[in-house]
T-cell receptor, first 112, second 115 residues
Framework: AQKITQTQPGMFVQEKEAVTLDCTYD???????LFWYKQPSSGEMIFLIYQGSYDEQNATEGRYSLNFQKARKSANLVISASQLGDSAMYFC?????????FGQGTESSVKP | EAGVAQSPRYKIIEKRQSVAFWCNPI?????LYWYQQILGQGPKLLIQ????????DSQLPKDRFSAERLKGVDSTLKIQPAKLEDSAVYLC?????????????FGPGTRLLVL
């Protein structure tokens, strides 16, 4: 069975600084996909970034980048130049078949 | 393009009552998912539809939960009778196809409180 672990319960980051949110995963599949979602207090899950297991380059989407270390089974999210609107819960997920298996999330709060 | 629509946004009911949630996916998305998110946890899949057929309902408590997607577009999730532990956010998501590279896009969710 696939599993996602996010051990950081909460993070504080200064506005304009970078923050790294940790994610480790466990899977026996050779082909898999890793996703990061943002969930603000409004409740909607917002897709941020995707990394395929065979992608040789780390994924990037604007201020978001994914530090993918396949051998260590980690897929950390890096948010650069943090903004106040980045304050939210962040969820890492792995795709198993058609469904997503989510971690428990990490709360990130940006301070002005 | 319009995102995933869900209604109602909030619902408060008493235990043993019934409740229904509605979801309209992104136009053209063949795959629809219902997730349950209990406070402090990540979402957990309840049921996955491909067009109007069920692909995965292994974690759906079938004694009280039911879902349908009759015309392969919008979907309804029902709970009858509700229990206190059903208090959660119910998220609907859709994707073009269930392939491993397809991104799931989520709606705003329905927050259910069972008293």
């Amino acid at each position: 069975a696939q599993k996602i672990t996010q051990t950081q319960p909460g993070m504080f980051v200064q506005e304009k600084e970078a923050v790294t949110l940790d994610c480790t995963y466990d899977t026996s599949d050779q082909s898999y996909g890793l996703f990061w979602y943002k969930q603000p207090s409004s409740g909607e899950m917002i897709f941020l970034i995707y990394q395929g297991s065979y992608d040789e380059q780390n994924a990037t989407e604007g201020r978001y980048s994914l530090n993918f270390q396949k051998a260590r089974k980690s897929a950390n999210l890096v948010i650069s130049a943090s903004q106040l609107g980045d304050s939210a819960m962040y969820f890492c997920a792995i795709r198993q078949g058609g469904k997503l298996i989510f971690g428990q999330g990490t709360e990130s709060s940006v301070k002005p | 393009e319009a995102g995933v629509a869900q209604s109602p946004r909030y619902k408060i009911i008493e235990k043993r009552q019934s409740v229904a949630f509605w979801c309209n996916p992104i136009s053209g998305h063949a795959t629809l998912y219902w997730y349950q998110q209990i406070l402090g946890q990540g979402p957990k899949l309840l049921i996955q539809f491909q067009n109007n057929g069920v692909v995965d309902d292994s974690q759906l408590p079938k004694d009280r939960f039911s879902a349908e997607r009759l015309k392969g577009v919008d979907s309804t999730l029902k709970i009858q009778p509700a229990k206190l532990e059903d208090s959660a956010v119910y998220l609907c998501a859709s994707s073009l196809a269930p392939a491993s590279v397809e991104t799931q896009y989520f709606g705003p969710g329905t927050r259910l409180l069972v008293l």
